[in-house]
């Protein structure tokens, strides 16, 4: 039984992703909001908020679709366990950028509604 609840939680840690289904609308209202994003991702993600000019490298355009980071360590970057570990945790916990700061304070839920709305704004 405990190695079943074991499994189970590293089952839910490993799969954050799997374990919420994002809400794209309520991520956009985070991103605008209080998650402070867009001061440096933009009003629409594209990496051009007011923050940004000084920013080297510069906040990452949202709407590429492209990622750096493979947080997870599984050999594929900017999954949707990766962009939600670069969240939590900051870029510079995998070795990326300091000026983007982490977001330990969101629930996981939060941060799966942000990874909604960032997947919404790929072309
Ligand atoms: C102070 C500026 C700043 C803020 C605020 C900020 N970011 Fe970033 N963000 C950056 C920078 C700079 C990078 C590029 C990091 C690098 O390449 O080392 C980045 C990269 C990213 C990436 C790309 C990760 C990858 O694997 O390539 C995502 C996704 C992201 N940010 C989402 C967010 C979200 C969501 C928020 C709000 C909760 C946020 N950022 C707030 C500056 C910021």
């Given at each position: 039984m405990i190695r079943v609840l074991t499994l189970a939680l590293a089952v839910a840690w490993l799969l954050p992703a799997a374990a919420f289904a994002g809400d794209a609308a309520k991520g956009d209202a985070l991103f605008k909001g209080m998650?402070?994003?867009?001061?440096?991702?933009?009003q629409n993600g594209?990496?051009?908020?007011?923050?940004?000019?000084?920013?080297?490298?510069?906040?990452?355009?949202?709407?590429?679709g492209s990622y750096k980071f493979d947080a997870d360590g599984n050999?594929?970057?900017?999954e949707d366990t990766d962009l939600m570990l670069v969240i939590k945790n900051g870029p510079a916990e995998y070795?990326?950028?300091?000026?983007m700061p982490y977001?330990?304070?969101?629930?996981d839920e939060q941060i799966a509604d942000l990874v909604a709305y960032i997947r919404s704004l790929e072309k």
């Open positions: 998650g402070t994003c867009w001061t440096c991702h933009g594209a990496g051009d908020g007011p923050a940004a000019a000084p920013l080297d490298p510069k906040p990452r355009n949202l709407s590429e050999g594929t970057p900017g070795g990326g950028s300091n000026a977001f330990k304070h969101l629930t």
